[in-house]
């Protein structure tokens, strides 16, 4: 696959109307490809702008920013936190389930750990980084991803009318509050789920107990705006 395929959706053309060219997005796919051929990176290429292809900027509800793609082999399939249906649920993961069941008594946990179902509804499940080197977390942090999600980030906020934004960890917080209008969108932010965020709070700081899933609902519900229904 040529340099030249490695392109947003149509639907995303309008990322470049929001401080972010051409030519630096020619530049960063010519690194990204040299990346594919150099070893094994994920996701697919085919995935790699799987979570754009799912939701257009206008229909956008909530964002739910992940730092980079699963490096292990067969996980990452192009949406933040998402693994494909036959892939055992991660860890990060089942800190979000627990969260959504505190949130729902009536929701459950399914068996698996694909989202797909949100993004149908409206979550631009988006990681800052969207690719990764098998094995080797943030491998992909230096090659200009950062400068096209935040012009995505951008994109949504001019063409949604109300977005709800869920920044988990200090590093999804402190790459996009800085490109958020708090005067028209909203943020819910808190530790990332991972474990080695989680073991060492007390439970009622855990991430678990953040409400951010109902409270996204109640934000879209006040601003006219259809809530998700996060079962899966």
Do not use: C
């Amino acid at each position: 696959m040529s340099t030249s395929t490695l392109v947003p959706p149509p639907a995303w053309n309008s990322v470049f109307d929001h401080g972010y060219t051409r030519e630096q997005f020619a530049a960063l796919m010519t690194a990204v490809d040299a990346a594919y051929a150099q070893g094994d990176v994920f996701p697919s290429r085919e995935n790699l702008f799987r979570a754009l292809a799912l939701v257009r900027p206008a229909d956008v509800k909530v964002v739910i920013l992940g730092q980079d793609p699963y490096p292990t082999p067969g996980n990452a399939h192009g949406l933040s936190f998402s693994v494909p249906p036959s892939v055992r649920t991660p860890a990060s993961l089942k800190n979000i389930y627990a969260s959504l069941a505190r949130s729902f008594p009536d929701w459950r946990a399914p068996a698996s750990g694909h989202l797909e179902p949100w993004a149908h509804q409206g979550v631009l499940l988006l990681n800052l980084i969207l690719s990764v080197r098998s094995g080797e977390p943030m491998s992909h942090a230096k090659l200009g991803w950062q400068a096209f999600t935040q012009a995505v980030l951008r994109t949504v906020q001019t063409e949604s009318p109300f977005v709800v934004f869920m920044l988990w960890g200090g590093k999804a917080e402190t790459a996009a509050r800085p490109h958020i209008d708090t005067s028209r969108h909203m943020i819910l932010a808190d530790q990332h789920p991972s474990p080695l965020a989680q073991n060492r709070l007390p439970p009622a700081q855990k991430f678990s107990a953040n409400n951010h899933f109902a409270e996204a609902n109640r934000l879209l519900v006040s601003r006219g705006r259809q809530p998700v229904d996060w079962r899966l």
